[in-house]
């Protein structure tokens, strides 16, 4: 019988003997903890808030990180869901502008809401299929790609607004971005179920797990009878449509548009699902990761400004915080032999 | 031959803490010998050579260079002794010209500036010195398998070699490029270079190496001893310290055809018409280029086809993609198994159902636990050997990631199995281990299609073999027509005396 060990490692570490299994086990723990690394920064952060601020572990913070945490959330996952194909949307802000653009300007034209609404997030979809098309069918390079399509939309709200603030009145598109239920923002729930539904689908449904298989290796998906095209365009699809969502939310919190809002979230949303775990080459990545990325960014910028620390070092702590996710992302893959 | 051994190691031994890599092993090189290290993976091969390059240092024992104790020398002295270890991945840069991957990174300079004249000199001098006839100026990702690792080789070994350890060096190659690289090996002892060869092939040690030494669990299995004494068998036993029985198919009795070829055709090869048995397992034969793997291929649905009709059973199936050609039955197992067959981010478990989730679900969702059960079912089937479900596809051996992919192929319920050399780089256990469960698997009804170079294996497994030369099928002959291996080779080969015949 053949009792050696079935895994195949290198011929030094060959015998797994009481030794090894200590040794693997303690790998497995590490392991874990980089996993869940976004996870054991956001208490310690926490933590350190605060203890520096009272006002930082209250109810009323809670919610005003939830609220600010929801336009980044939603973003970082059309990203995610990009970066899990090895591709990546960066257009998705400029998507998120013209979307909020498109609803502000049915309202404002007297369109009902409910189909300024659909216009905004049909707007952010067909967005999305143009970039899925342009990627997948014309093998165009998706960084250039959307990261063009993302000037070309930020441009257009420019031209169309002429740089000014277009707002609209209170009515049922603002009532999302700022009604409160027993005493709660109402805002926050549309990234948690958005969120909830993520995780279902890439864990629990096969067009899920086509997309890490699409990201893992585009040639074995295809042998393994997968249309990686339609995948991919499907994904970016996605991003668009929740590009599109996140448009709505932004407008209806800020009963308004205009190009300046969303200037510092690209990074963010690019930053987030790194710092989340989701791998930039593609096939690994959970989405509770992306959640964390983007609750840790939220709540290092709400904690910087809480305990009164300059706005002069908040981007400083930002890029700190990417970088340390890339070389966390860089000891993963390592660790993994990907 | 010269009496005194090139390289010798006494009793050399290697602990990593409480593991033992090597025990007391001896080793003896002859001076312009290509000598076989053959063992299984985890045998001690790997930790042997670098014991001798001089990357780690021997818990006990000596070894000795030309008579002389070099155990206390590090890796880059003994470089300079001419003892080179190449790796099984070469370090060719593709976008680069031939000359360049030569002298890269030290660049010849005139005043300040790279001297490209003198690049183009070296390299000629090189190329002609080492006889790989390329030019210069060609990138070297255009050259063929076997040239770019002869152009690696050369890198290493440039002025100063004497000695070259090969790690694996024909993984990924056909018979016929293993063949011109060894010619060339040879060529290169009879300009006085030595070579340790490693593998675990022991067909690699039958036809490059002249002498060997036979590694398992860390202990010489059988002293060294020159090939011409060592049948396939003995080696394989040596290796595995078990009988390693060959499997032999019971011929099928012919059965009504289940998969018809009508004026099939692909790029590159002439139409062609055949049809497979149910049960039948059917060689497509011949030389990269030949026909075989395009055919195969369009097939699977992994290339256009052109023309032509394929039947299954009553229906005419249409295959435009793999989904296509999986959804009318038939499923394909790439010849590139890490590149093409598996997505190294997932588990087992994941491997083994990918593109079969929507088998695998309950209203849209889908069904852990029959995911679970269908896998443990797997695994006892085909012997997968891994720690568990949960366990990254890459930390298998390559029989058992081989396993794997065979399951992700049955899962798809397949009625035909496209198999393109399914024994590539996996160990002779695991080999047998293959060739049962294709066996098996005919015996429920299953038709197989399958690639393979090695002829002797062919005979063993397939009912009858295409063989294909120069973009057609020339040949189709039962296996009980075929008088041996040789006459299978000479087929494959453009054989003058039947260029007139079928």
């Known amino acids: 019988m053949p009792t050696e060990p079935t895994v195949k490692t290198s011929d030094s570490t060959r015998r797994t003997t009481g030794v090894n299994a200590t040794k693997w086990a303690t790998r497995r723990v590490a392991d874990v903890m980089l996993d869940n690394i976004v996870w054991l920064l956001l208490v310690g952060f926490s933590v350190v808030a605060g203890l520096s601020s009272p006002f930082f572990l209250t109810t009323a913070n809670l919610q005003n990180i939830l609220v600010q945490a929801t336009v980044l959330s939603m973003i970082a996952l059309a990203v995610g869901v990009t970066l899990l194909i090895a591709q990546i949307d960066l257009s998705v802000i400029g998507n998120l502008v013209f979307s909020g653009l498109i609803g502000v300007l ?16 049909a707007t952010g979809t067909t967005v999305g299929l143009v970039n899925g098309v342009f990627v997948a069918k014309l093998k165009m390079n998706s960084l250039i790609e959307t990261l063009a399509m993302g000037l070309v939309l930020t441009g257009a709200v420019l031209a169309i607004t002429e740089g000014k603030t277009l707002t609209v009145a209170a009515s049922s598109y603002t009532y999302l971005g700022n009604a409160r239920v027993g005493g709660w923002p109402l805002m926050p729930l549309v990234f948690i179920v958005t969120y909830v539904i993520a995780g ?71 930053a987030a699902p790194v710092i989340g775990g989701v791998s930039l080459f593609g096939g690994y990545g959970r989405v509770i990761g992306l959640l964390g990325g983007a609750l840790l960014i939220t709540v290092t910028q709400v904690a910087l400004q809480i305990v009164n620390v300059s706005a002069y070092y908040v981007q400083m702590v930002g890029g700190g915080m990417i970088l340390l996710a890339v070389f966390v992302d860089a000891i993963r893959i390592r660790r993994r032999g990907l | 031959m010269n009496s005194h051994p090139l390289l010798e190691a006494r009793g050399v031994s290697k602990h990593f803490g409480a593991v033992t890599a090597l025990d007391g092993v001896d080793f003896t090189v002859s001076p312009g010998a290509v000598h076989g290290v053959l063992g299984k993976n985890g045998a001690g091969k790997s ?19 030309n008579g002389s104790d070099i155990t206390h020398l590090s890796l880059p002295e003994r470089k300079d002794l001419g003892i080179h270890l190449m790796e099984q991945h070469t370090e060719i840069v593709p ?96 300009g006085g270079l030595t070579f340790i060869y490693i593998t675990h092939s022991t067909r690699d040690v039958r036809e490059v190496c002249n002498e060997y030494t036979v590694l398992r669990d ?77 055919v195969a291929r369009a097939l699977a649905g992994l290339q256009e086809i052109e023309a032509g009709s394929v039947c299954l059973g009553d229906t005419e199936v249409y295959i435009r993609h793999t989904a296509d050609a999986i959804d009318a039955g038939i499923a394909y197992l790439p010849n590139d198994r890490i590149g093409e067959g598996l997505v190294p981010q997932l588990t087992v478990q994941e491997n083994l159902w990918t593109g079969n989730w929507p088998t695998q679900q309950v209203l849209g969702f889908l069904d852990f636990n029959r995911m679970r059960e269908g896998f443990a079912k797997s695994r006892e089937e085909f012997e ?60 429920q009804g299953l038709s197989v299609l399958m690639l393979a170079y090695d002829p002797a294996e062919l005979i063993r497994l397939v009912d009858r073999v295409l063989v294909f030369r120069d973009g057609a099928l020339v040949h189709e002959l039962l296996v009980d027509e075929l008088t041996g291996e040789d006459m299978l080779f000479d087929l494959i080969h453009a054989h003058t005396a039947e260029s007139g015949g079928d």
């Not at chain 2, 930790?47 to 260079?65: D, Q, S, V, Y």
């Open chain 1, 106 to 121: 049915l309202v404002r034209a007297g369109v009902p809401d409910v189909i300024a609404i659909l216009a905004t997030v």
């Open chain 1, 200 to 270: 279902i689908v890439s864990t629990r449904t096969a067009w899920g797990r086509r997309l890490y298989a699409v990201g893992g290796n585009p040639r074995a998906a295809t042998a393994a009878g997968i249309r990686i095209d339609a995948v991919r365009v499907q994904a970016f699809i996605v991003a668009g449509a929740i590009a599109g969502v996140a448009g709505f939310l932004q407008t209806s919190y800020l009963s308004g548009v205009n190009t300046t809002v969303a200037s510092d979230l690209l990074l963010y949303a690019v």
């Open chain 2, 47 to 65: 930790t042997l050579m670098a014991l001798i390059a001089g990357a780690i240092a021997p818990t006990e024992g000596r070894i000795f260079l």
């Open chain 2, 95 to 190: 976008s680069l010209g031939v000359a360049e991957n030569l002298i890269f990174p030290d660049y010849p300079t005139k005043n300040g500036l790279v001297d490209w004249s003198a690049v183009r000199a070296r390299g000629e001098d090189l190329l002609r010195r080492y006889g790989l006839s390329v030019s210069c100026d060609q990138l070297a990702g255009t050259l063929s398998l076997p040239d770019q690792r002869k152009l690696s080789l050369i890198k290493t070994l440039a002025d100063k070699g004497t000695l070259a350890i090969l790690d694996e060096p024909t993984t990924a190659m056909s018979r016929e490029e293993r063949i011109e690289l060894f010619e060339w090996i040879r060529e290169l002892t009879e």
């Open chain 2, 218 to 294: 860390g202990r010489g299995a059988g002293a060294a001893g020159s090939v011409t004494t060592g049948s396939d068998e003995g080696l394989a036993k040596l290796m595995t310290g078990v009988d390693v029985v060959e499997f032999k198919r019971e011929q099928a009795a012919a059965d009504e055809p289940l998969l018809r070829l009508e004026q099939f055709q692909v790029a590159g090869v002439r139409p062609v018409s055949f049809s497979v048995g149910r049960g039948e397992v059917v060689g497509l034969v011949g030389l990269p280029g030949s026909g075989a793997r395009e």
């Open chain 2, 384 to 443: 997968i050997q891994t720690s568990g479900s949960e366990q990254l596809i890459n930390q298998l051996s390559g029989g058992n990631q081989q396993k794997v992919l065979l399951g992700r192929l049955v899962g798809t319920a397949p009625r035909v199995l496209v198999l393109d050399e399914p024994t590539a780089g996996i160990d002779v256990e695991a080999k047998e281990d293959v060739h049962r469960l294709i066996d098996a698997l005919t015996m």
